[in-house]
């Protein structure tokens, strides 16, 4: 029930989410509500996803020559989750949705998360699919290809890399053409046909619903048959893998998309993940328009926000399920004796692990980071719903807050989730390290995080290549704000204090690297590490955050365990992760020029 | 051949193998001798271990009710290791063994760890139990059990650790008792019966070899059948899968030792795995003593340093064999466009991706580590050769040297290699998440290493609780001085001062720290922080031969591909790794107290 507890405090003292009720969209919600909804998804999650997570592993996706083949016990996980409602979880209740802040949505999905990241991903891409669909898509388009996925029918996908294309999405080179006369006149949409390579797809392929959305970006050749270079290029299609009619029922047409390969990775496996084939050597797969042409990456990346939320707590909550692994372990084995100064006595039985000091380090750690990281993703979703739902004043502040946060929400917990997901496995041991035990798939699962969803160099380069210079730094300006609000109430309390000034320290270094890093204005030389740049910030982030949790810990039960557990994790971060972004910073602040001078020849 | 070229350089130019032929031992070998063995080992590991590296995990080790299958490929590979004379690298010419130097031993067996360190566990294993056995064996255990080993007719096994005793060895609780009237009398040494279970046994089943020869650590139970406590009890013992009379040949008795069990494992897959019981329900395996009762541990460890330095060669190799995918891949592969001053120009073809900073500061990060480590690992080989060869006082000095450096030998590269193949997998993206290249399985494989061989949280507590006071500090103080001689050697050469200072400063630090965490006398206070002492001490010696190393690179070809990158992967230690050294020392030095307070309850 650690995670319970923990998600309790965060939403209801940490985040007041009880606030949410004043305004009319969560007029009839309150912390009962929520608390009934975790409860539902917390009882889902543990008997119908858990106990699927190592079969949807062990049995990976497999294509017989027809079908892509799942374990049964992967569809009936989903089906328990379609049953909940939760993929209308932030839908209108008039139509059928729950109409829940996005803050609840995720905290309930973190037990998803936990239970089985590989399932989970189904239902959240379609999710995502959907609502990119109510905000882009026609009137007809959100009632034939979204309604059936917010009740679970049709399930959805997002297409966007290429073989040639990754990281690189202007260089997609999937086209797609008018299809005949009066192309634009089809009620589902204009009409294309599309053909081209979509790889990584998850969940391209499977028997799980009666139908698969595809949203899939490509590009419409000009009057030459040219295709425009660049992001500007790139439009947003709907392909259906079956085909439908105006109604939205399915025609009986297999539309031209094709499963050209499964790819077989070291983890996340009980998310079936693909080749798909548009079109080879037909007449093209059709597609239905979404938006105007030319808008495609702005549509699909209106939901951006909400994805990397995604990403963050699927990181977050693999984390978590190693650490909750480790310590129950922990608290069971026994191995060693304590270093008395007279050295260990043979003579006496052995100790339980969790009594050993680098045990206990190692298990600190991983509260630390899996902790401090949920607080990071539920601090996110709040602003998504204060932006949604805010006062204009509070609503602006939260986007600014969101266009810096972001890429911390997204890589920090990709990269040290996965350490601990390593220290699960290093208390563990040898059982660490077999098949006999969650944390090895735990560590296998959480290291597509800082692959997909813009790679981890990537997010450097946005955070402070775009992000930190947005409209002259105003958004960091607006961050750094924030901060010192939570400086100053903790310079309040004697026992923080000392966080108070360390984090104040830490922003100030921060914020000398930032100037330091574009002093030349050159591109090259302010991102040759923003790397190390965005693992800085990720860190004081994270301190920020901890000691502002730690300011919402009640004063009344002030020496409960509770309190007790989170003061020492914030210890933790402030002593033994804070002091690291000194080595980080000192290449930033210098434009340390050695990456970028390395020639190949010299490797 | 990036490999080749920086194994001749750090043999020749920096560690001198050549002044070996000095010593009558080495006298008949010369730096073409070496060559020679260098080839032929590369050459085997490239056609017979490369390309079974990836069978042997696919297919990995199965129990099918009699015998453990392994794919032919390993045997083959196997074959063609103890067809190469390597086996016997190390024994007298005599014998037919190579009398090579344990440097050069190492060196060779790179290319096999790099190769396939799943399959080269059985060989390495093997090797270890001869020497072990040639050391501390009778004349007729030598030839009986050691001598098919060295031939490659017989393979060998460690058995150390049971099921409730991992890192605590002093609680095993396997017995041997004499086995009846004139068990002493046997020719091929005392004669036990042993009664147990031994867990996580590498090559503890198969068909690859005619028979295995186990050693077992067991405790002989006193008159009353009361085992000792501790270490003291443990008493070493030859256990063979097939009964052998007095001449070694097979009698037709399978001994008492069963497969309990495979251990199914999350990579180094290529090794089985298992759990053995030893004369379950019957009279008890037979087994014959080793030395004198009670001597059990300290026989097993005489090896200890190399059995330990082929732990961290292997994470080394496991890191190179990283490095050289993700570069060949980084090399070829397109993605994306520089960042100049007007932005991206999508109308430009894009980049390979090694020409990006980011990519190139994880290939550099990689090679710092890798190269590193290799050092590290050849200059312990080469401080063996000295400790047994090497003018009394210079002996001396190696070993001391080594009391300090095995620690580090074994964890360090277990820890940065590891991260080294993470890194490799984020060069190559998706497709290093797949199973399409080898990356994902190098990372699988290298996580064992900080495992196995004593935990990194062992090594943590033996360097600060053992090594590092050991005789008031002497091993020590023979690091630093020996440090110190590279500091001024570099202090003289401009282009090397910076670093130079930087070293000393660093050494200085970890100087005091060192101090700090035994300024209350109390183990428990000092260990606390144990590893991240650790994770200091290894940067700072990493540090130390990076400048060392660099001091090596010849004058007349500084300007070439080969030493500016030697230089570049120094210069990346010292500005990105090396000033990591102040948070860890930090808590060590403040002797913090938050882990070993830490109560369970708060978790």
Redesign the interface.
């Known amino acids: 029930m650690?995670l319970r507890a923990t998600l309790d405090f965060l939403l209801r003292d940490w985040l007041q989410v009880q606030s949410l009720s004043e305004r009319p969209r969560f007029a009839e919600h309150s912390l009962e509500g929520y608390a009934a909804v975790l409860d539902s998804c917390e009882r889902i999650a543990a008997e119908q996803f858990a106990p699927a997570n190592r079969a949807c592993d062990a049995e990976e996706p497999r294509f017989d020559g027809e079908r892509v083949i799942l374990p049964a016990s992967t569809k009936q996980a989903l089906d328990a989750y379609i049953a909940s409602g939760m993929l209308a979880a932030s839908q209108d209740e008039a139509q059928g949705g729950l109409q829940l802040p996005c803050v609840i949505e995720t905290a309930a999905n973190a037990f998803f998360q936990k239970a089985s990241v590989g399932i989970s991903g189904y239902a959240l891409l379609t999710v995502g699919n959907a609502n990119l669909l109510l905000a882009h898509g026609s009137e007809r388009q959100r009632a034939v290809f979204a309604q059936p996925q917010l009740q679970g029918r049709w399930f959805g996908t997002m297409c966007l890399?290429e073989p040639?294309?990754?990281?690189?999405l202007?260089?997609i080179q999937t086209r797609a053409v008018p299809d005949g006369e009066g192309f634009e006149l089809d009620p589902l949409g204009p009409r294309y046909r599309l053909h081209g390579h979509k790889?990584?797809i998850s969940a391209g392929e499977h028997e799980l619903s009666e139908n698969i959305v595809h949203l899939v970006l490509a590009k419409i050749p000009d009057a030459q048959g040219r295709l425009v270079?660049?992001?500007r290029g790139i439009s947003l299609f709907i392909v259906p893998k079956h085909g439908v009619d105006a109604e939205g029922r399915l025609d009986g047409q297999r539309n031209a998309v094709a499963l050209a390969g499964l790819?077989?990775?070291?983890?996340f496996r009980g998310t079936s993940n693909c080749l798909l084939n548009f079109g080879e050597g037909g007449a093209g797969a059709i597609g239905y328009l979404v938006g105007q042409p030319g808008e495609g990456l702005r549509c699909m990346f209106h939901m951006m926000n909400e994805a990397r939320i995604g990403v963050g707590l699927a990181a977050t909550m693999l984390g978590y399920a190693g650490f909750e692994a480790s310590?129950a372990y922990a608290?069971q084995r026994?191995?060693?004796?304590?270093?008395?100064?007279g050295g260990k006595d043979?003579?006496q039985p052995?100790q339980l692990i969790?009594?050993?000091?680098?045990?206990?380090?190692m298990?600190?750690a991983q509260?630390s980071y899996v902790e401090g990281a949920l607080a990071l993703e539920l601090f996110c979703a709040r602003l998504v719903d204060e932006q949604k739902t805010g006062a204009p004043e509070a609503a602006a502040e939260a986007a600014q807050l969101l266009e810096v946060l972001i890429p911390i929400a997204k890589s920090w917990p990709s990269e040290w989730c996965l350490e601990a997901n390593?220290l699960a496995?290093?208390v563990l041991?040898?059982a660490?390290?077999?098949?006999?035990f969650p944390v090895?798939q735990y560590?296998?699962d959480n290291?597509?995080n800082?692959?997909?969803e813009g790679?981890?160099?990537i997010h450097?380069?946005d955070l402070l290549?775009r992000k930190v210079v947005l409209n002259g730094g105003q958004a960091l300006r607006v961050l750094v704000a924030r901060i010192n609000r939570t400086v100053e109430a903790a310079l309040q309390r004697p026992a923080l204090a000392a966080q108070a000034n360390q984090l104040a320290a830490a922003l100030a270094q921060l914020g000398r690297a930032s100037k330091a890093a574009w002093a030349t204005?050159?591109?090259?030389v302010a991102?040759?590490?923003?790397?190390?740049y965005l693992q800085a910030f990720g860190h004081g982030v994270l301190a920020w955050l901890w000691l502002d949790v730690t300011l919402a810990l009640d004063d009344a039960a002030v020496s409960s365990?509770f309190a007790?557990?989170k003061r020492?994790a914030a210890?933790?971060f402030y002593?033994?992760?804070l002091?690291?972004i000194?080595?980080w910073l000192?290449?930033v602040e210098s434009r340390?020029p050695?990456?970028?001078e390395?020639?190949?020849?010299?490797?």
């Not at 991102?527 to 190390?532: K, R, S, W």
């Open positions: 650690a890399s040639q294309a990754g990281s690189s202007s260089d790889m990584w270079p660049g992001a790819n077989h990775k070291l983890g310590l608290r026994p191995q060693g004796r304590s270093l008395g100064l043979a003579a052995q969790i009594e050993h000091a680098d045990v206990k380090r298990l600190l509260k390593s496995i290093q041991g040898g660490g390290y077999t098949r006999d090895e560590w296998r290291r597509l800082m692959i997909h790679t981890h160099g450097g380069l290549g204005g050159e591109p090259e991102l040759a590490n923003a790397t190390p365990d007790q557990g020492a210890a933790y002593r033994y992760e002091p690291k000194g080595a000192a290449v340390e050695l990456c970028r390395m020639q190949d020849g010299w490797f």
